[in-house]
């Protein structure tokens, strides 16, 4: 077994003695930010020792490879984009506030997404079509190692997908903009220029999120074993348990306890160097 040690700053100090509680008999850089200790051990303190060190680790066995695997989905906000698109919306109408708690409790699983989404849909009623834009050209970044990412994930033959509790204006922008294979998500209401503070047809939530990446897979003829779910919130939950290899990617603490992978430190680009 691989053991995946990652951080900001990754101490030699640190690596040795990782190596010494996993058992490992070599230490291997993969990047400046990424090691790789070979023949460890899954033993008791490494989760803890690398909570305190602020480092990321993952216990990878040494024959996956990237290219093992066919498609990547992952949620947009606070996964691939490093902003709440809908928190935003908000910020237009002097309610960020009210909505980014409904948020939050929504991201813990203490709401469920669909009613979560209308009563924060509802609370953009009136907002300007033209602030949705404004939103995407001023406030969406994303994430540290997105491009880099999909980059990599591209060049070993996978396809990608973006599936969103958010809205179809900026999954359908960030589709073009990052030359996404697929793209999901749910469509605003407007009428006059103005969101009615309704969202059209069937709320992609929870259920729709693995409706959708199950519908492509099929699709794409694909095995679970060769999927890869990336998200951060409860809603992502089961669209990760619909894939292979699940990551929680700064995520909550409910779904870090039930993916395959955790990331806390590092950006998406540590992703691929679990399987590099």
């Given at each position: 077994m691989n053991l995946i040690i990652q951080g900001m700053e990754v101490e030699n100090s640190d690596l040795r003695e990782l190596a010494k509680l996993a058992g490992a008999n070599h230490i291997e850089r993969i990047t400046g930010e990424a090691f790789r200790l070979r023949n460890a051990s899954r033993r008791e303190h490494i989760s803890e020792y690398c909570a305190e060190a602020?480092?990321?680790?993952?216990?990878?066995?040494?024959?996956?490879?990237?290219?093992?695997?066919?498609?990547?989905?992952?949620?947009?906000?606070?996964?691939?984009?490093?902003?709440?698109?809908?928190?935003?919306?908000?910020?237009?109408?002097?309610?960020?506030?009210?909505?980014?708690?409904?948020?939050?409790?929504?991201?813990?699983?203490?709401?469920?997404?669909?009613?979560?989404?209308?009563?924060?849909?509802?609370?953009?009623?009136?907002?300007?079509?033209?602030?949705?834009?404004?939103?995407?050209?001023?406030?969406?970044?994303?994430?540290?190692?997105?491009?880099?990412?999909?980059?990599?994930?591209?060049?070993?033959?996978?396809?990608?997908?973006?599936?969103?509790?958010?809205?179809?204006?900026?999954?359908?922008?960030?589709?073009?903009?990052?030359?996404?294979?697929?793209?999901?998500?749910?469509?605003?209401?407007?009428?006059?220029?103005?969101?009615?503070?309704?969202?059209?047809?069937?709320?992609?939530?929870?259920?729709?999120?693995?409706?959708?990446?199950?519908?492509?897979?099929?699709?794409?003829?694909?095995?679970?074993?060769?999927?890869?779910?990336?998200?951060?919130?409860?809603?992502?939950?089961?669209?990760?348990?619909?894939?292979?290899?699940?990551?929680?990617?700064?995520?909550?603490?409910?779904?870090?306890?039930?993916?395959?992978?955790?990331?806390?430190?590092?950006?998406?680009?540590?992703?691929?160097?679990?399987?590099?």
């Amino acid at each position: 077994m691989n053991l995946i040690i990652q951080g900001m700053e990754v101490e030699n100090s640190d690596l040795r003695e990782l190596a010494k509680l996993a058992g490992a008999n070599h230490i291997e850089r993969i990047t400046g930010e990424a090691f790789r200790l070979r023949n460890a051990s899954r033993r008791e303190h490494i989760s803890e020792y690398c909570a305190e060190a602020e480092l990321d680790f993952a216990f990878v066995e040494p024959t996956v490879q990237l290219k093992d695997f066919g498609l990547v989905a992952m949620d947009m906000d606070s996964t691939l984009l490093a902003i709440e698109s809908i928190d935003e919306i908000a910020d237009m109408q002097g309610v960020k506030a009210q909505v980014a708690e409904i948020t939050q409790r929504t991201m813990r699983g203490e709401i469920v997404f669909a009613e979560s989404l209308r009563q924060r849909t509802a609370l953009l009623q009136g907002v300007d079509q033209e602030a949705l834009q404004y939103v995407y050209d001023n406030r969406v970044r994303l994430s540290p190692g997105a491009e880099k990412m999909l980059q990599r994930m591209k060049s070993a033959g996978l396809k990608t997908m973006v599936i969103s509790g958010g809205f179809t204006f900026f999954t359908d922008r960030i589709k073009s903009r990052l030359d996404f294979d697929y793209a999901a998500a749910n469509t605003l209401d407007v009428q006059n220029g103005k969101l009615t503070g309704k969202v059209l047809g069937e709320i992609i939530g929870e259920h729709g999120k693995a409706e959708v990446l199950n519908k492509v897979r099929e699709e794409l003829g694909l095995k679970r074993e060769q999927i890869i779910a990336i998200g951060d919130g409860a809603n992502d939950l089961k669209m990760m348990d619909a894939a292979g290899v699940s990551v929680a990617y700064h995520a909550k603490p409910v779904v870090q306890a039930k993916a395959t992978y955790a990331i806390n430190h590092v950006g998406l680009d540590g992703i691929i160097n679990l399987f590099e």
